[in-house]
């Protein structure tokens, strides 16, 4: 086998250093974030049991899992008459483990597996890369990193309060600042569906409904009466999704045209009720929190039960960046009951898009090394190995060229790597102990001690 | 399918918030050294073309590979004849992906892809999981982290002293006083090989006394002679291994048995000008480097061609901590020839097990949430809600617990979670502004304004 030309698996990416360190930018920040708000670190295998993974995300999604084979000779108990039918009854009998397609399953199973260890309401943060076998294409990857932010065992509605407060200060930090939180409830669906009369069709309400902004409201409301709902509950249905306002003024109109639905209204009071702790966290700055609500806002997974959230930026062309909501059971099917909790989660690759497109990756921050030491020659890199230890013991990233290469050759490494300055220090600099510090963006130099140096970082 | 029993796959691990914290420590501090030093982050994907994989751990380690299964009907191209010879036969069939066994393949694989972008010397560094389809057993896991820096298109020893010299500050950082770095080369093994008339079997040598700490110096003799060497050979082998002194005395002993060697002479000047180096770097303080010449040093590894690395953690019965070495041809397999380079690498759940067995995880700073302010009733938690918001402008990891639950439902959840201190805000608090701050550790408890519970802080 020659392995002259290595390549990578379709839909997989290396991150070199440049984007590792903008992608690190961004986890530092969501990070720091999670932390501030008290959710806890978690880190589940990237292998689970299919037991666990299968069945979970629906017939599309089970196709899509990377299934991992048993190690050994795992014919050895499998039966010819199963090998003979393909690949559909063979798998089962030689794969066990499948890669995790996401965050919240293996979530649910951490949760399940160590009830009596947790303290509940558990506020727990995972970042890690999830696998899903589906067609590569822009944007769409193999293997791509989830960041998800969850609390469970608790229905309060601070919560919910706290994801928008999260959310705000993610994107104060990077610089994002013209974007929508939408925000919406389940309840309030459910109860549109029932003032329509057609309260056995949620489901389908909100599959049709989260294509709105792909297909228009016309073939929405096409889509429903195909899926069974009369000519009048989708007239009637048309001004309750169009309500017109600001968020106080839609939630009143919405609030009376649903009186005679107890969900309906319970979702429209548990939006009032974020809204008042978003007010009362900030009382004393007049914050826009880019909270809007948005009635036919519905989220494609059907396991959401209350407040629904997602978030895009403004101007720029690129899907949802954030999004999340309250389930009321996360855990049943693990055994475990009554397990509400609420959850959002940044989408990274996206994130990386937006802030790239709109320039905001900050050009001084996102430095590796600050400092490279010219490598003259053996008395050049003698004398240069005591200056790099007082650099580094102030703390400042810096490297002596290995090797005394053609000046040339080393300007260009420290160019490549973006390193911002460059120190020569050759015979003269020695015998006078002022080093030449060149500052590599403006192309200009100063001759300095040490410790003059040390002081400028 | 029942899920009401969730299970992890054998040898794979849930990693709690509790131990996430204390990994996250071992991390960062590794971490912020490699990048001190001039390393750059690099992340490459979790799954390689076996063709990459595969033929580069030796058979042994073909077997530990994790494959994963094509996607869709994989069995559709396969051949009755292939599937009727069992596993074997079948494997290659169906499989095309494996899981990263180490990340040194998929490194030099990135580098033979990279390399008309990469700067060289390109140094970079790399933490991530890799799999292993090993037996499970005590500390032995099928799923680990690993932590490596490598540099690599350079052979200046300046990067074997700074290896050297970052594996001290780790270990300092750590708070981890007693250990030793043995440092050996290849070329002296090569050179005793030479010096015993036995060139052609430098690898039985390597392999034999790499079981040295295993087996003792008698049964490694025996199975040199088992490997082919003449008794006479052994004989006069084991002097050159058993050199005493200091480490110059020990190389100078060396050096002098070894002049007709061109190579072990190369190698005991390799080590000196390395500790050269080292000491120049620490001209000006008296640091004990702990690195110690040890000639039976061997690494299993076959790949090594100059200096190797092992790092062993005093009066702790737990392996090396640390390992790596020089290697001349990286990516050769990949089609670039000509790369030599040094890397090495830190064992982060031997790390992890040290630490612990030393008591040396700081209790302070592996503080996760800071301040829990307890939720007596919707008053206190509105009034909280405005506090809870200075505290984390304050950059101040704080929390509300979220419901008016039992204040002992709510002190354990604190206790549980290890937050150092507790706000409690009753109806007396909220009319003098005066809030009740406890310590938890102690016990204790103070009356404070919030401006003076932030500077406390």
Not at 17 to 22: F, G, Q, S
């Amino acid at each position: 086998m020659s392995k002259q030309k290595p390549t990578l698996p379709k839909g997989m990416r290396d991150f070199g250093p440049e984007v590792m360190i903008r992608r690190n930018y961004i986890f530092n920040i969501i990070k720091a974030t999670f932390e501030k708000f008290g959710y806890l670190p978690l880190e589940t295998p990237a292998m689970e049991n299919l037991s666990v993974l299968t069945g979970t995300y629906g017939e599309e999604g089970d196709k899509l899992l990377y299934k991992v084979l048993n190690s050994g000779d795992f014919l050895s108990k499998t039966k010819q008459e199963d090998i003979d039918q393909g690949a559909r009854k063979l798998a089962p009998k030689i794969t066990e483990k499948g890669l995790k397609y996401d965050l919240t399953v293996p979530f649910a199973r951490y949760v399940a597996m160590n009830r009596h260890d947790i303290a509940f309401p558990f506020k727990r943060y995972q970042i890690q890369p999830v696998w899903r076998a589906d067609r590569p294409q822009r944007g769409r990857y193999r293997e791509f990193y989830q960041c998800d932010a969850d609390v469970v065992g608790t229905k309060s509605l601070i919560c919910e309060a706290e994801i928008v407060l999260m959310i705000n200060e993610v994107f104060e930090k990077l610089g994002i600042t013209d974007y929508e939180i939408k925000i919406n409830n389940r309840k309030i669906l459910t109860g549109i569906a029932e003032v329509i009369n057609e309260a056995d069709k949620v489901n389908d309400l909100c599959i049709a409904i989260d294509k709105l902004d792909k297909i228009g409201i016309d073939k929405v409301e096409e889509e429903l009466k195909n899926r069974g709902f009369s000519d009048k509950s989708v007239t009637e249905m048309r001004p309750l999704l169009n309500v017109k306002g600001n968020n106080t003024e839609k939630l009143d109109a919405l609030k009376s045209n649903m009186e005679s639905s107890v969900l309906g209204t319970m979702g429209v009071n548990e939006i009032l009720e974020v809204f008042d702790i978003i007010k009362i966290f900030n009382a004393n700055n007049n914050n826009d929190n880019h909270v809007v609500f948005d009635a036919t806002l519905a989220r494609g997974l059907s396991y959401y039960t209350g407040c629904i959230f997602e978030v895009k930026v403004n101007n720029v062309s690129i899907g949802s960046v954030s999004g999340g909501g309250r389930y009321d059971d996360l855990t049943g099917v693990f055994g475990l009951a009554d397990m509400s909790g609420v959850g959002f989660s940044f989408g990274v690759d996206r994130l990386y898009d937006v802030i790239e497109a709109l320039d905001l990756f900050p050009k001084e921050n996102l430095i590796s090394t600050q400092v490279m030491i010219v490598n003259f020659d053996k008395e050049s890199a003698l004398y240069s190995m005591g200056i790099l230890k007082k650099l580094r013991d102030a703390g400042i990233k810096s490297e002596l060229y290995p090797d005394s290469a053609k000046l040339k050759k080393q300007m260009t490494y420290a160019n490549k790597k973006a390193i911002p300055f460059v120190l020569l220090i050759g015979a003269n600099e020695i015998a006078t102990e002022k080093l030449t510090l060149k500052n590599m963006h403006e192309g200009s130099q100063e001759t300095l001690k040490i410790e003059a140096i040390i002081s400028k970082f």
